[in-house]
């Protein structure tokens, strides 16, 4: 650990989370979670090979709203351990609790989808190699930028089409509820951000810089495969808010192009000239 003590003061950012801290300290945000039909899921409505490419889906999902659990405990205790306003370490706390009942909804809707228990299983090496200990303010940074502004605006942005497009009442509520907290980890990211940006000094600036354009260079990569379903199941699997390839790109596509480019430029951490080098996947 490199931090030593750290004063604390009851500080906060000069962002509108400031003001959403002061409504929740007056009790003002019982952010309770719509309760969900699960008992209205029909799983016979639809053809098998729909309900397994959602299944993995919301398997997949469960893994990464799991891994979210720890990644933002880190961040949590990183925040707190560089002496961060107290709103946005309030904030921080506020989204673990969300990701564990995202992990529980979407544990619970690939059963649905299978019509039996399913297990995921994380892989807790990978995931310490890939993510760097909360043990300096710089990683800090990097954690805050690249899973909670740029993360969790990707996953607000997949999931509001995932919502979109579901018309089963059940997985569409249920994509609703896990976009509106989405949205509220997203705006922590980008508040730590505009916090940060005039801060940091330039050296820091293009070491961030450096390691979040690293990052946004591999995104289309990462997110060109969607799940196609086989020419039968098309319509099911659409009811059912699974999103094929081609509409994946384009979310992703939009949402770096549309939003995170443009935030990123303007707390001076310039991301374009990456997003245009971008690694291309071989058969684009
Ligand atoms: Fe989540
Ligand atoms: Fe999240």
């Not at 990683?139 to 979109?164: H, P, Q, S």
């Not at 059940?170 to 922590?188: C, P, Q, T």
């Not at 690293?214 to 196609?228: I, K, N, P, S, T």
């Amino acid at each position: 650990m490199t931090f030593g003590a750290v004063e604390v003061r009851r500080t906060r950012s000069k962002t509108a989370l400031a003001r959403h801290h002061e409504r929740a300290l007056r009790g003002e945000l019982g952010r309770v979670a719509k309760p969900i039909a699960w008992d209205d899921f029909d799983r016979s409505r639809y053809p098998e090979p729909a309900l397994a490419l959602a299944e993995d889906l919301f398997t997949k999902l469960a893994v990464g709203e799991y891994s979210a659990v720890g990644l933002f405990a880190q961040i949590t205790s990183g925040l707190a351990l560089t002496g961060a306003p107290l709103d946005i370490v309030a904030a921080s706390t506020r989204v673990g609790s969300d990701e564990i009942r995202h992990a529980e909804y979407c544990l619970r809707m690939a059963e649905l989808c299978a019509g039996k228990p399913v297990a995921v299983t994380i892989d807790h090496d990978a995931l310490a190699a890939s993510v760097p200990e909360a043990t300096s303010l710089a990683n800090v940074d990097f954690l805050v930028f690249k899973y909670a502004a740029i993360g969790e605006t990707l996953a607000a942005a997949l999931l509001t089409e995932c919502r979109r497009r579901a018309t089963d009442p059940v997985v569409k509520a249920l994509y609703g509820s896990l976009v509106a907290d989405e949205v509220h980890h997203a705006r922590l990211g980008w508040y730590y951000a505009a916090h940060r940006a005039p801060l940091v000094t330039w050296p820091e600036r293009h070491a961030l810089a450096d390691r979040v354009a690293e990052f946004v260079m591999l995104l289309e990569e990462e997110f060109w495969l969607g799940r196609d379903a086989p020419a039968s199941a098309r319509g099911a699997a659409k009811a059912l808010g699974v999103l094929d390839s081609e509409t994946q790109r384009r979310v992703i596509s939009e949402v770096v192009e549309g939003e995170i480019l443009g935030a990123l430029d303007e707390i001076g951490l310039g991301t374009s000239l990456a997003w245009r080098a971008r690694r291309r996947p071989e058969h684009a």
